[in-house]
């Protein structure tokens, strides 16, 4: 079957499933949302256990969904591992040790001997949901914005000594920080994940004092997520683009290339537009009718509108990893992929992912199936 698709054909497939992989893991950062607010709308000790196994029994799948977005990125695209990973790499360090944070808390917490308190890692699972989100909104900004490094196409094709890649900067990916465009997604992200945490709450928790806090502070979330989310689009929208030449290769820069992309590939627009609208409605539905119901809405708008940027970056004839140092040294989705035979075999191998999501859809039927509270939390033998 996949063996009659062409190399073109084989890498926009993959481009499409890192693009699904990535907003689901976004829609997933539910949980580092709620570690954020773990302080905020738990005022006791009681009312913060009940919100930290309710994040913890949905942790793991936020973790396996991130692994299984590096991996399936290292396979299909791995320049763009080399580059990033390879350069980038105080960024990526630093996700990772927050990510580590995170295991550790959940598997400490509550443990008998634990010399350090609850407090201790409720405190970690604070920076693994600050940190760890606005750093990865601003590493996915740079698919957008570019930055320093330079790619020796030639010794990709020949064994040699020299590094095919090297970065420009001496801060090795920290630089992205100073950029108020990348700043506004990795902050938008941020809100949006504590927006949908809140909205988890209110579907999956039963203790009355956490959940007449949470209308309240949905709306304090949802305002700044709705400024920082649109001042990111419009400027995108305004900028110049990364445009490939697919008859020479040649990158050159294009006024409005992303809103060209969105007026020009109109099922994505209307997955833009679709996913904006669920969000929006998720977050009026439970604000103003206290519905329990809002992450079903916000959740799948969110996935939606995570793949359409996806979308803009890679496909259209776009560098979704652009050079600032080096025109010519953009990553594409064409420049950057694995071989042809490569990319087969793992596109069978992409056909048991409806079978993970299956999984996953049960795994959270059968441990969402009871609103928790004090009572469920007292009577359960294995607590984070």
Same mark, same amino acid.
């Given at each position: 079957?996949? $063996?009659t698709? @062409?190399? /073109?054909?084989?890498? $926009? ?5 890192? @693009? ?8 997933l950062l ?5 570690q ?8 006791t ?11 913890g ?5 936020? !973790? ?6 590096g ?7 791995p320049?763009?591992?080399?580059t990033?990973?390879g350069?980038?790499y105080?960024?990526?360090? =630093?996700?990772l !040790? ?6 550790v ?6 443990? &008998?001997?634990? #010399?350090?308190?609850p ?10 949901g600050?940190?760890g989100?606005?750093?990865?909104? #601003?590493?996915v900004a740079?698919? +957008? ?5 330079? /790619?020796?196409?030639?010794h =990709? ?14 801060s090795?990916g920290?630089e992205?920080?100073?950029?108020f ?9 941020? +809100? ?7 909205l988890?709450?209110?579907n999956?928790v ?5 959940l007449?806090r ?8 949802? =305002? &700044? ?13 305004l900028?110049k683009?990364?445009?490939?030449? *697919?008859s020479?290769? $040649?990158?050159?820069l294009? *006024?409005?290339?992303?809103f060209?992309?969105?007026i020009?590939? *109109? ?7 679709g996913g904006?609208?669920? /969000? ?8 103003l009718?206290?519905?329990?119901k ?5 959740? &799948?708008g969110?996935?939606l509108?995570? !793949? ?14 652009p @050079? ?8 594409t =989705?064409?420049?950057? %992929?694995? %071989?042809?035979y490569t ?11 409806? /079978? ?5 859809w049960y ?13 469920e939390?007292?009577?359960?033998t294995h607590?984070?």
């Amino acid at each position: 079957m996949f $063996e009659t698709l @062409s190399h /073109v054909a084989l890498q $926009e497939y993959w481009w499409a499933i890192m @693009s699904l992989l990535g907003s689901l893991l976004v829609f997933l950062l539910f949980v580092q949302g709620g570690q954020t607010l773990i302080y905020t709308l738990g005022k006791t000790e009681s009312e913060r256990s009940i919100l930290v196994n309710s994040l913890g029994r949905k942790w793991e799948f936020t !973790f396996t969904t991130l692994v299984t977005f590096g991996g399936a990125f290292f396979a299909s695209f791995p320049l763009f591992y080399a580059t990033s990973f390879g350069g980038a790499y105080w960024v990526w360090i =630093i996700i990772l !040790f927050c990510f580590v944070l995170q295991a550790v808390s959940y598997e400490y917490r509550s443990k &008998p001997n634990n #010399v350090f308190g609850p407090g201790t890692f409720e405190n970690f699972l604070f920076i693994n949901g600050a940190l760890g989100t606005v750093l990865l909104g #601003v590493a996915v900004a740079t698919f +957008f914005t570019g930055s320093k490094f330079s /790619v020796d196409f030639a010794h =990709i094709a020949r064994a040699s000594d020299v590094a095919i890649t090297r970065w420009e900067s001496a801060s090795h990916g920290l630089e992205a920080l100073l950029s108020f465009h990348n700043l506004s997604l990795g902050l938008s992200l941020f +809100f949006l994940a504590r927006v949908m945490a809140i909205l988890y709450f209110m579907n999956n928790v039963g203790e009355e004092s956490i959940l007449a806090r949470t209308r309240k502070h949905l709306l304090i979330n949802a =305002i &700044p997520f709705l400024v920082f989310f649109l001042f990111f689009v419009i400027r995108l929208f305004l900028i110049k683009g990364y445009a490939l030449d *697919p008859s020479s290769g $040649e990158i050159s820069l294009e *006024p409005y290339k992303y809103f060209r992309n969105l007026i020009q590939m *109109p099922v994505i627009a209307v997955l833009f537009v679709g996913g904006t609208g669920l /969000v929006l409605f998720g977050i009026l539905k439970s604000w103003l009718k206290l519905s329990t119901k809002g992450i079903w809405f916000t959740g &799948p708008g969110t996935v939606l509108v995570v !793949f359409s940027l996806f979308a803009l970056a890679g496909f259209h004839h776009t560098a979704y990893y652009p @050079s600032t140092y080096d025109l010519q040294s953009s990553l594409t =989705i064409y420049n950057s %992929s694995s %071989s042809r035979y490569t990319l087969t075999a793992m596109s069978y191998v992409s056909l048991l992912v409806p /079978v993970v999501f299956a999984y996953i859809w049960y795994a959270w039927r059968a441990v969402n199936n009871k609103k928790i509270d004090a009572g469920e939390i007292n009577a359960e033998t294995h607590v984070y």
